[in-house]
T-cell receptor
């Protein structure tokens, strides 16, 4: 079983729509969770960290569900510029490293 | 400007010809790491370094070497490249020695093709 799994998509949504997707992780002891954004094979960039209580940054909302071991990302009022691949990242306990999901591709159309 | 730089950005080489991909950061970060990205597999860690002279294997270290003689530099060495090392490589750095807790800053990537 992969440490971090994501639905690859693609999610094709119209401008202004809401899109949400999840990421599951296998190690219940993981403590750090992040969403990164990657544009067309460019470098990943941090979108947001995910906190236990859930957090929001503008149109983006991240949630953590420890019981079911998944994190989610919701994008409201989608913009064309939101088209990208979103990478779920989780720390590996007792190891000084992170595990990356393969990414969920979102395409926002006009 | 705070950044991670990698060179070269693109490289086509032949099997067995030693090569080095350089990585440098100007943010005084302690943690540095190398990843490779292949379609459908996500980023996989090759090696990481928690500080100068401290390096450790990631998930896919075979065929690679690294060194960390200075805080700012973390070169990736392929002693005898093979076609299965054709990939997109990213260097990243992070403040603090616990790179898994903090944001990682990535370089622009190096696209390597081994013929």
């Amino acid at each position: 079983r992969k440490e971090v799994e994501q639905d690859p998509g693609p999610f094709n949504v119209p401008e202004g729509a809401t899109v949400a997707f999840n990421c599951t992780y296998s190690n219940s002891a993981s403590q750090s969770f992040f969403w990164y954004r990657q544009d067309c094979r460019k470098e990943p960039k941090l979108l947001m960290s995910v906190y236990s209580s859930g957090n929001e940054d503008g149109r983006f909302t991240a949630q953590l569900n420890r019981a079911s071991q998944y994190i989610s990302l919701l994008i409201r009022d989608s913009k064309l510029s939101d088209s990208a691949t979103y990478l779920c990242v989780v720390n590996i306990p007792d190891d000084y490293k992170l595990s990356f999901g393969a990414g969920t591709t979102v395409t926002v159309r006009a | 400007e705070a950044q991670v730089t990698q060179n070269p950005r693109y490289l086509i080489t032949v099997t067995g010809k030693k090569l080095t991909v350089t990585c440098s950061q100007n943010m005084n970060h302690e943690y540095m790491s190398w990843y490779r990205q292949d379609p459908g597999l996500g980023l996989r860690q090759i090696y990481y370094s928690m500080n100068v002279e401290v390096t450790d294997k990631g998930d896919v270290p075979e065929g690679y070497k690294v060194s960390r003689k200075e805080k700012r530099n973390f070169p990736l060495i392929l002693e005898s490249p093979s076609p299965n090392q054709t990939s997109l490589y990213f260097c990243a750095s992070s403040p603090g020695s616990g790179g898994y807790y903090n944001e990682q800053f990535f370089g622009p990537g190096t696209r390597l093709t081994v013929l």
